[in-house]
């Protein structure tokens, strides 16, 4: 883990609601591991006082670099919104908490994402085509407009769809690949986006007998389990859903198996 003042390269308009900011920080980005985040603050500003936690989105292949998604919500990305390179800086601390967890034989896995949610799995991603593993993407948002990294997972040749909720279909993002599962084995799934999609997910790969995990979106303020802001309860025991225990996301987490934290 590293605090680093991180030159902006460029923060530029990605897709809809969504903005794409990307620092030079080499050591952060040499460190960071899929599903892991950043905690950022822009350079001279005390407005908001705390930090603000990010999914880091792609990591530049020489790794000196890092990119976040963001959307405009409060004081906090305004600002970041703002910062521009040549003179603009970050106040980054990274890469910080658990990631994704890639099995070592996988030669086949599943990545499903909503909203914003989808930022955590580029990285991800990338370290799967870099390894030569299948992905399956499936992607879905309140809009076209705010779907995020079609783009990065097609252009590997991975097999993506796409579900809005301006579509007239109805149904969930993941109801063809619960589908697809009961002809196709998969080694590992992962999921980022709302607790209905990892109970879906959850399903299948309890069904197929493999891991599936969920990086949680949660306030993580310090980042490393100091303030206790980020605290949730997950199970401890796989058979036995009454054994529980409290724990920081920030620190613990982000990624959780799905067992951990679906509740009966």
């Given at each position: 883990m590293?605090?680093?003042?991180?030159p902006?390269?460029?923060?530029?308009?990605?897709?809809?609601?969504?903005w794409?900011?990307?620092?030079e920080a080499?050591n952060?980005?040499?460190?960071?591991?899929?599903?892991q985040f950043?905690?950022?603050?822009?350079?001279?500003?005390m407005?908001?006082y705390?930090?603000r936690?990010?999914?880091?989105?792609?990591?530049?292949t020489?790794?000196?670099?890092?990119?976040?998604?963001?959307?405009i919500?409060?004081?906090?990305?305004r600002l970041?919104?703002?910062t521009?390179?040549?003179?603009?800086?970050?106040?980054?601390?990274g890469?910080?908490?658990?990631?994704?967890?890639?099995?070592?034989?996988?030669?086949?896995?599943a990545?499903?994402?909503?909203?914003?949610?989808?930022?955590?799995?580029p990285t991800?991603?990338?370290?799967?085509a870099?390894?030569?593993?299948?992905?399956?993407?499936?992607?879905?948002?309140r809009?076209?407009d705010?779907?995020?990294a079609?783009?990065?997972?097609?252009?590997?040749?991975?097999?993506?769809?796409?579900?809005?909720?301006?579509?007239?279909?109805?149904?969930?993002?993941t109801d063809?690949l619960?589908?697809?599962?009961?002809?196709?084995?998969?080694?590992?799934?992962?999921?980022c986006?709302?607790?209905?999609?990892a109970?879906?997910?959850?399903?299948?790969?309890?069904a197929?007998?493999?891991?599936?995990?969920?990086?949680?979106?949660q306030?993580?303020?310090c980042g490393?389990?100091?303030?206790?802001?980020?605290?949730?309860?997950?199970?401890t025991?796989?058979?036995?859903?009454?054994?529980?225990?409290?724990r920081?996301?920030?620190?613990?987490?982000?990624?959780?198996n799905?067992?951990?934290?679906?509740?009966?």
């Open positions: 590293e605090q680093i003042l991180a902006v390269v460029f923060n530029r308009h990605l897709t809809g609601d969504y794409l900011l990307e620092v080499p952060v980005a040499a460190a960071l591991r899929p599903g950043v905690n950022i603050r822009i350079e001279g500003s407005s908001p705390l930090r936690p990010f999914s880091v989105y792609r990591v530049s020489d790794r000196r670099r890092l990119q976040v998604a963001y959307k919500i409060g004081e906090g990305t970041m919104k703002e521009m390179p040549a003179d603009g800086r970050c106040d980054v601390i890469p910080l908490g658990h990631g994704f967890s890639l099995p070592t034989n996988a030669r086949r896995i990545v499903i994402g909503r909203g914003i949610g989808i930022a955590a799995l991800l991603v990338d370290e799967a870099m390894r030569g593993i299948e992905v399956h993407a499936y992607l879905s948002a809009t076209r705010n779907l995020v079609e783009d990065i997972f097609a252009a590997y040749g991975f097999p993506v769809f796409t579900h809005t909720d301006e579509q007239a279909t109805g149904g969930l993002v063809p619960v589908k697809l599962s009961q002809t196709m084995q998969f080694d590992a799934f992962y999921v986006g709302s607790n209905r999609l109970r879906a997910i959850h399903g299948i790969a309890t197929q007998g493999v891991p599936a995990e969920i990086a949680m979106e306030h993580m303020a490393f389990g100091d303030c206790h802001g980020c605290v949730i309860k997950i199970n025991d796989r058979d036995n859903l009454e054994e529980s225990a409290l920081e996301v920030c620190f613990h987490g982000p990624v959780f799905t067992w951990e934290v679906l509740h009966a």
